[in-house]
């Protein structure tokens, strides 16, 4: 995918993360955790620029 297409950083509803819990009532409780979107760009430019002041 190319970081200007429809979809770019958004991860499918099984990669979501559940959690399994008891509540203050005593019933069994899951959740569902939506994964945030991501930005690659910012990584590669954060990543470049703390490579570069390495050097």
Known sequence: M???E???GVDS???Y???SFIDNNG???VETI???LGDY???MITFTMQSSMKR
Request: hydrophobic fraction near 30%.
């Open 41 to 43: 760009g910012k990584v």
């Open 34 to 36: 939506v994964t945030p």
């Open 6 to 8: 429809s979809g770019v």
């Open 17 to 19: 993360a559940k959690v």
């Open 27 to 29: 019933n069994d409780k």
């Open 2 to 4: 190319k970081p200007n």
């Open 13 to 15: 509803e099984d990669a």
